[in-house]
């Protein structure tokens, strides 16, 4: 009995022995808790068939977590292979080896630059160790070839957003402290970030506009402009700008473009009377178009010629004179332009007469102030005929206006008739005043 014991005993132990040496150790594996992007499919075609299924296999085995036979199977592809380099990349990466795991996805992405995965894989680990910069150009890289790739796109969205609402904040903090250098840098930063940030561009335009760095400013406010061609605060800051960089035209097309959003602003329409009138750009009246047809002009008329020929020269007066009977006028800025230098006199009762007929004596002594007035203001103007050669029989030498009309023919501005007649009681037509001012115009060129 004993001896059937032993025996009991002894096949037990046999058989477990047996059964355990014929069977396999099978070992559990974790895969990896990271996010595992697979390669593009339009990437793994550019293999041969044999690369295709090692890659493959050792990638099967890669997200499974075992490691060993993830290696076997992508040390097929050589070292020199960018998806060998990505699948090493992910075996450091899952032993937390992060700088080793960094150097092969660089690896992967100097061999093949359009290797997604691989800056997946650099994501991964700038994120983990909270490289914000970095992580950020990751992201960026990958949503230029993938717009709305699934994992990158929301981190970028909100990594984008909360260092651009950081550095605008701390912005803000330096342009109170006046600290402008390290505003501007700030800034420069956030649109590094958010390239469309308005509030950064504003930011960035006023700072450089406060420093009269004009064209710095105005780079910014064509962005902003480019970004909100309807936001009349934005439209203003910029016509302002262009005009104190003195590009009056620009400024101009912009003021008229705010005019068409707020109609009813008297700032923005003085604004563009000034520029049109430093641009000598002057919106004619049809009474204007009329003078040619006259067979006599009047005072407002005359106004009118010189305040339209001369523009560039005449001043836009400080202190408008006060003149009582031209309101119902069409000629009425003119008429102040032209009073306020004065080129034409404003009688003592304060009126203008902006209805009275022109004589040729009347437009010689207003030409001779006009010149002596462009003479004062440094322009050379010559006389044509020496006054001592001429002779004018209808003027008395000590009358008003001998010397306006002697002038006038020494310039050739205005002619003798035979006998030496001026003629000074005679209406000026339309034609021979807009003649004269052209002449004059002429000689000052």
């Known amino acids: ?84 380099n990505l699948g090493e990349g992910y075996c450091r990466l899952y032993e937390n080896r992060s700088s080793d795991a960094e150097a092969f996805f660089l690896k992967a992405l100097e061999i093949n630059p359009d290797l997604i995965a691989a800056r997946v894989g650099l994501g991964t680990i700038y994120e983990k160790e909270g490289l914000k910069d970095k992580l950020f150009l990751q992201l960026r890289e990958i949503l230029k070839k993938t717009p709305e790739h699934s994992w990158a796109k929301p981190k970028y969205d909100a990594l984008k957003n909360e260092m651009t609402q950081n550095l605008l904040e701390a912005a803000k903090t330096y342009l109170n402290q006046n600290k402008k250098d390290q ?5 420069l930063q956030a649109l590094f970030y958010s390239p469309d940030s308005v509030e950064a561009h504003l930011l960035l335009a006023r700072l450089y506009r406060s420093e009269k760095n004009y064209a710095q400013a105005l780079t910014h406010y064509q962005t902003l402009y480019s970004f ?52 000598g750009i002057i919106e004619l009246p049809s009474m204007y178009q009329a003078i040619p047809q006259a067979k006599a002009i009047t005072r407002q008329d005359l106004a009118a010629i010189l305040a339209v020929k001369f523009n560039q020269y005449l001043p836009q007066p400080a202190t408008p004179p006060i003149i009582v009977d031209i309101s119902t006028s069409w000629a009425a800025k003119f008429i102040i332009r032209v009073a306020a230098v004065p080129l034409m006199d404003i009688y003592d009762n304060h009126t203008f007469e902006p209805n ?88 000052i060129k």
């Open 183 to 187: 505003a501007r840098q700030t800034l």
């Open 228 to 279: 909100l061609p309807r936001d009349k605060q934005v439209l203003r800051e910029y016509a302002e700008t262009l005009e104190e960089n003195d590009d009056l035209s620009k400024s101009l097309d912009l003021y008229e473009k705010l005019k068409e959003l707020a109609p009813g602003d008297k700032q923005v329409q003085e604004k563009i009377e000034f520029l049109r009138n430093q641009l």
């Open 1 to 84: 009995m004993k001896q059937s014991n032993r025996w009991l005993l002894f096949t037990m132990i046999a058989f477990f022995l047996i059964t355990a040496s014929c069977a396999t150790f099978q070992k559990n594996y974790v895969p990896p808790t990271f996010y595992l992007e697979s390669p593009q499919p339009v990437l793994l075609a550019q293999m041969s068939l044999e690369q295709r299924i090692a890659f493959e296999e050792g990638w099967k085995s890669l997200k499974q977590g075992n490691l060993d036979k993830a290696r076997k199977e992508l040390l097929k592809l050589g070292e020199g292979n960018a998806f060998f």
């Open 356 to 443: 009275r007929v022109v004589t040729r004596a009347e437009l010689a002594e207003t030409l001779f102030r006009l010149i002596n007035y462009l003479q004062g203001k440094g322009k050379k103007i010559v006389p044509i005929i020496p006054v001592n050669k001429i002779q004018i029989s209808d003027i008395p030498e000590d009358n008003l206006y001998y010397l306006p009309a002697l002038q006038m023919v020494a310039y050739q501005l205005m002619e003798l008739s035979t006998q030496r007649r001026f003629w000074p009681d005679l209406p000026v037509s339309g034609i021979e005043a807009l003649r004269t001012a052209d002449i004059l115009l002429n000689l």
